[in-house]
């Protein structure tokens, strides 16, 4: 019997010591993998503006927009995003050869920008606390939507600024934390360039100098929530 008292707590000891070190190899990982391939959501911001040189082109305004994401496979992704900016733009005339442009008035200016870019995923198909931060490149075009300003119609067709439709890019970086298993929330910034197209009427005024257009960068930042499928 006194044998056994003495053996028993040395085996009780060797058992504890034994089992610590495997509780002790459970390891909680910051990193969390993401197991759908799609996402849609809706964002809400403001576009900084570059009118260009001459004041032509769109004023900065708040935006909204929807954008849809595809993972192609590891870290990239493939995101398709619609922006609606609604703004306004100065109106100019040029009154005779030779004088500086005239303020007529103020013109509403609808424009819808869409994109395709290509977006590489820091951490790659999976969270680290939560976050995926990403940067991402791509390009598109940019359409007006609206018409005629009433402030142009006494202007001459070939003096009057036409955004039109435009060749556009951008690059850019920003941060996605999912706040739940399928909601995350977004927040991105966005440096997007377009060109714009000095009139005819304008360009003869300045005798030749006025190239015939000019790229403008724009600096737009969002925020949104996405919901992953």
Not at 41 to 62: M, N
Not at 91 to 113: C, H, K, M, Y
Not at 204 to 223: I, S, T
Request: charged content about 20%; proline content about 6%; glycine content about 10%.
């Amino acid at each position: 019997m006194t044998a056994i008292r003495r053996v028993f707590p040395l085996l009780l000891g060797l058992l504890v010591l034994g089992v610590a070190p495997v509780g002790a190899q459970t390891i909680t990982s910051p990193y969390r993998f993401l197991d759908y391939r799609h996402s849609a959501g809706v964002f809400g911001g403001y576009i900084a503006t570059d009118a260009g040189r001459l004041d032509l082109g769109p004023e900065s305004s708040p935006v909204v927009g929807a954008r849809y994401t595809f993972r192609l496979g590891g870290a990239l992704s493939l995101e398709a995003q619609a922006t609606l900016i609604p703004t306004t733009r100065e109106v100019f005339d040029t009154v005779a050869i030779n004088e500086p442009l005239q303020r007529v008035g103020e013109a509403d200016l609808t424009i819808l920008s869409t994109m395709a870019a290509l977006r590489f995923n820091v951490t790659g198909p999976r969270t680290w606390y939560g976050f995926q931060p990403y940067l991402l490149g791509g390009l598109g075009f940019a359409f007006e939507l609206s018409g005629t300003a009433p402030a142009e119609v006494r202007i001459l067709p070939d003096a009057r600024f036409d955004f039109g439709t435009r060749f556009a890019g951008q690059v850019g970086a920003g941060v996605e934390w999912f706040a739940a298993r399928r909601l995350s929330i977004f927040a991105d910034a966005r440096d997007v360039f377009w060109k714009l197209k000095f009139p005819a009427g304008i360009r003869r005024q300045d005798e030749g100098k006025l190239p015939a257009d000019e790229w403008v960068q724009n600096f737009q930042f969002q925020l949104g929530a996405a919901y992953h499928f």
